[in-house]
């Protein structure tokens, strides 16, 4: 059952059986955020028979497999584990961690060189922290926070979905998530478990009207990764529905919030370096990355135009936006609550429109709503089928990824 105190104001139709009981946030007796945030689970006696147990096994297999398998292929190959591990931007977090940011941009032939300004500071930061309080070493750091922050982050979601839409729900979209193709990255040195983790608890705080603890998540996740953007987008919609219909200006914590770590990066990031482009010009040289609108169209086309031209990376972000356009339309037919449904179509647009990302395996995790629809209204041999399919893709990308430099992630 739902815990008192919890309010559906803004969720979609279709909310469980067990939040029949839930009361509006602003009635007496609303809990604390400590209590709260252990709702969000239930009961730690249950947690066995919760929801939250099958994802989390999926996710610890697929970590265990993930590294059994580099530890083989390291003994094979006489790699050592590490260099396998850290590889893509991995290695970019671990210089942030190591030596900070450049105080100017570093040139070439007039260009501007990929270097760690790239990288936004919490996760870099984190490292840094943490390697100073616990004698290991920083990719050890590294990997170990990101494969931490990984299983936060699928529970968390785990928790959004059941929330909504009840138990099973919730339990069937912590193990699609967990093994899903994009969640090879928890086995890499990237930030993303971060991010799924403040934005899948912050869309559970925009539903239970806690603005201030939507806005100060969403301020954690932009000064994270730019995507986070689409949260604050998120707030905004929310915050809009509830000023209409309640006048409940509070709300603007939120959207105000939200985007604020981002926004301290850039203006830190200019001040550090006196250029106020410092951020845009790497994004455009050093990693020739920037937005597009027309490039998933471009993607579409080359694809439309010959089937067996695309390369290995057009292959896959052909695959990745079908996936997506299915999962658009199935969150829209369900009908998902307001603010999780812009987030999700606000980050796959996000990714859609920038060149060269596009809608891979890793962004469309990011966009998780998408992936949760799937979860959502099929049957036990439909579910079975996607999770067994989502497995083998997820071994495919992990393989392709730690083994090979044919497509970044």
Known sequence: MAEPGRTTVLAGPGAPE???????????????????????????????????????????????????????????????????????????FLRAADTGWPRHLPMSGGHVLANPIAFFPVYPGLIRLVDHLVPLSPLTVELLLTAMTGLSGTLAIAGLARRTWGREVGRRAGVLIAVFPGSFIFSLGYSEGITLTCTALGLLALIERRWWVAGLLGLVATATTPVALAFAASCLVASGVAIRSRREWRSLAAPALAPLGMVAYLVWIWRHTGNLMAWRLTERDGWHSGPSIVYPFRVLWRFLSDPLAPTLTGQILVAGTVVTVIGVVRAVRQRQPLPVLAYGIAAALLAACSAPVGLRPRFILLAFPIVVSFAIGVSRRTYAFLVAASALALVAMTALELTSWAVFP
Not at 37 to 64: C, D, E, K, N, Q
């Open 18 to 92: 067990e939040d029949g009981r839930s009361r509006d946030a602003t009635e007496p007796g609303r809990p604390r955020l400590g209590a709260w945030l252990l709702g969000v689970a239930g009961h730690p006696a249950t947690i066995v028979r919760s929801y939250l147990f099958w994802p989390a096994i999926a996710y610890v297999v697929a970590r265990v497999a993930t590294f059994g398998a580099v530890a083989i292929a390291s003994a094979w190959t006489g790699r050592g584990i590490g260099s396998t591990l850290n590889k893509w931007d991995g290695t970019w």
